[in-house]
């Protein structure tokens, strides 16, 4: 064999190392470039989520502020057609998803997105209730005796029994059909026991009357504590309500 034959044969081996080695290099620069695009594709679909988790957000808060004074019926039902079509989080690939930090944030972004809608929906439900009790009890407790036997010394019972209790035993029967708030069983006692104080009051009276003999009454002390526990009870509320509207119509 030639010198030159031996030359080939020595450095054959050694071009087609040097070969795979380039073709090695140029699959880890594919891959990586493939992988940097996965990561760059899961960002741009965070980011596009993100900002329309944004508008979203504008939107809803824009429904709410214009509604906030209204029957909290009524707000519930602007609320939940604002929310009822909520921006969603596209597909991207799973290598992009793993590694893209932009991602992740929009994944925690959407698992938190409807919360404080939710809160403010469950408020409302909470203050529908509520106010509809407060402005019965408020209703009952402006009722005045003064309005159905008039003032003075009474020289018979008539009026009594016949207007008097009855106006406030129809404004038990009222108290009894309106639905008591979750939690506030206290304060119905206290506003329903003021009223029966009323007609407790009155019968006697109306007995004693009959009976030729002295009796009056004052039912001030009961109503004004039933009065000032339903005013603190519809701060409450009211306070809650703000406090949620708040939460989507200024979340900063």
Do not use: C
Request: net charge neutral.
């Amino acid at each position: 064999m030639s010198a030159r034959g031996r030359r080939l044969t020595i450095f054959l081996p050694v071009l087609v190392t040097l070969a795979l080695g380039v073709l090695v290099g140029l699959l880890v620069v594919v891959q990586a470039q493939r992988q940097n695009a996965q990561v760059t594709e899961a960002d741009d679909v965070a980011t596009q989520y993100l900002a329309d988790v944004s508008t979203f957000r504008s939107e809803v808060g824009r429904e709410v502020r214009g509604v906030r004074q209204a029957d909290p019926g009524d707000l519930r039902r602007v609320l939940r057609k604002a929310v009822a079509d909520p921006p969603e989080l596209g597909d991207a690939p799973a290598y992009g998803t793993e590694r893209s930090e932009v991602w992740q944030e929009a994944v925690a972004t959407q698992q938190a997105l409807l919360q404080p809608y939710r809160r403010l929906d469950r408020t409302l439900r909470r203050a529908d209730v509520a106010l509809a009790y407060i402005e019965t009890a408020r209703k009952v407790l402006g009722m005045r005796a003064s309005d159905y036997v008039g003032t003075g010394v009474l020289s018979d019972s008539a009026a009594v029994r016949a207007r008097l209790i009855p106006a406030f035993a129809r404004a038990r029967a009222e108290l009894d059909s309106v639905r008591v708030p979750q939690g506030q069983q206290r304060l119905a006692a206290t506003v329903r026991g003021a009223v029966q104080y009323v007609i407790d009051q009155a019968t006697a009276l109306a007995d004693s009357v009959e009976a030729n003999r002295g009796f009056s009454f004052t039912y001030a002390e009961q109503f004004q504590t039933a009065i000032d526990a339903v005013d603190d009870y519809a701060t409450v509320v009211n306070g809650d309500v703000a406090e949620a509207i708040n939460a989507v119509t200024d979340p900063g």
